[in-house]
């Protein structure tokens, strides 16, 4: 890996839980001490929104990232204002965060999604020594880390359901560096359910998800983008979530930003409404992924539209998680369907001009029909994330090559500890095989 070292000492991690701090040694996922599940956030040493115009893509707000170096050549969120696709939803002042390839607004994210800026800013927290990283993902986040950890020499294994491999397509080709495991006849959960067991052994490190304040702390630079660009927070901030990391990551933003006293932008966050479990423990009190069966579940999610959306365990009533942000920000859990996103879609490319991802169309969708149903207010200030876009524009400007699987593995595998070891020891001795970059 190389980069210009950034001192780790700007910060500290603080347990939402008990309040306990400590310096961060770059690999730490939790709080040590006996107590209620929570999230590590950050405490950094400056107070002020100081971004720095010599460090380029995502390190731009390097001050407020958990980073000790930074890495040559990443991206960040493009923001604009919107006319368009304003006056067609009804709202005096929409601004877009626009997250993918888009070289005329400024949109530099190679792989077409806004899971760039985590995995850089991941990259940049963990040490040399860190061992083999392993990422699990529905698709995005693994196409994220297979790009940048191939431009940047760290080993990693990243874990999918194979459903997804049709959508990992980068511009790097295949690289020693990245090791794919694809789970048969899998959603997400059980990708994620194989990829802690392999992270649980010697030589794996887990990159960990929303526990890791890397993760956090790089999406929520898309309200930071936003902030220096607008000059102010919004009013409502718009996303669609599968876990809710970038929901998360923004409600932390926005308390880092927040200098005076005033309302948090309020969290308007969309699900499929084939599966959205998020959306009903937010508004019935249950917790669907404690009372549903497996099967049921995993039938849901393969009718979901956009399948990056399809988490089975948010971080949902763990401190400093979902919940505690839509309570903190007066937030809202929406749906929409597979054909008022489809129609999301189109109007976003015949308005504005590109082409945006199927989450990206949930979240427009469910803005219109916040507009319609009158549950925000149509002349304060409305950023819509949009967390990747510009694929196709990208395929057409660009050679993108479609990642390989290492190995394909039946869903059963990360309950199975002799299979996990061998599947370990595979990947173990794939990477000793001479290497060329």
């Given amino acids: ?83 368009r696709l304003a006056a067609a939803l009804g709202l005096d002042e929409l601004w877009i965060a626009f997250n993918g390839y888009w070289p005329e607004r400024g949109g530099d ?36 880390f297979a790009e940048l950890c191939a431009r940047h020499r760290v080993p990693v294994v990243i874990v999918v359901p194979a459903c997804a491999l049709p959508r990992l397509r980068t511009r790097t080709p295949d690289s020693p560096w990245v090791r794919l495991v694809a789970v048969e006849g899998a959603d997400y959960a059980e990708a994620i359910a194989l990829g802690d067991a392999l992270a649980a052994l010697p030589g794996f490190t887990p990159e960990g998800g929303t526990r890791n304040v890397g993760r956090r702390d790089g999406l929520g630079t898309v309200l930071l983008a936003a902030a220096e660009e607008m000059g102010r927070l919004p009013a409502y901030y718009v996303q669609a979530i599968g876990s809710g990391a970038g929901a998360i990551a923004a409600h932390e933003a926005a308390l880092r930003l927040r200098c005076r006293p005033g309302p948090l932008p309020q969290l308007i966050l969309a699900q499929n409404d084939a599966y959205a479990p998020v959306h009903r423990a937010w508004r019935t009190g249950e917790r669907p ?51 008022s996103a489809l129609v999301a879609m189109d109007t976003f490319r015949e308005l504005e001009g590109n082409d945006i991802e199927p989450a990206a169309g949930v979240a427009l969708a469910a803005l219109g029909e916040a507009v319609r149903t009158g549950r925000i207010d149509t002349a304060a200030p409305v950023l819509l994330n949009v967390t990747g876009g510009g694929r196709a524009r990208l395929a057409r400007d660009h050679a993108l090559t479609g990642l390989r699987p290492d190995l394909l593995v039946p869903r059963t595998a990360a309950h199975d500890a002799a299979r996990v070891a061998g599947i370990a020891a595979a990947l173990t001795a794939a990477a000793r095989r001479p290497m060329t970059v």
């Avoid at 961060?24 to 115009?53: K, V």
């Fill in 1 to 83: 890996m190389h980069g210009d070292p950034t001192p780790a000492p700007h910060y500290r991690l603080v347990c939402s839980a008990c309040g306990h701090h400590q310096a961060d040694d770059g690999l730490t996922l939790g709080c040590a001490r006996p107590h209620e599940p929570g999230l590590w956030r950050t405490d950094y040493r400056t107070a002020d929104f100081i971004p720095d115009p010599t460090a380029g893509g995502v390190f731009r707000y390097r001050h407020w990232l958990p980073v000790r170096r930074t890495l040559a050549g990443t991206g960040r969120t493009a923001v604009y204002r919107s006319e």
């Fill in 109 to 144: 994210l190679t792989t077409g999604t806004f899971k760039e800026l985590e995995a850089a800013t991941v990259l940049g927290r963990i040490p040399e020594d860190a061992g083999t990283l392993v990422v699990a993902s529905a698709g995005n986040t693994a196409a994220a």
């Fill in 289 to 339: 992924w404690e009372c549903a069966s497996e099967a049921d579940e995993r039938l849901a999610t393969t009718r979901a539209f956009a399948p990056e959306l399809t988490n089975r365990r948010p971080p949902y009533d763990v401190r400093g998680g979902l919940r505690e942000a839509l309570t903190q920000s007066a937030g809202q859990v929406l749906t929409a369907d597979r054909a």
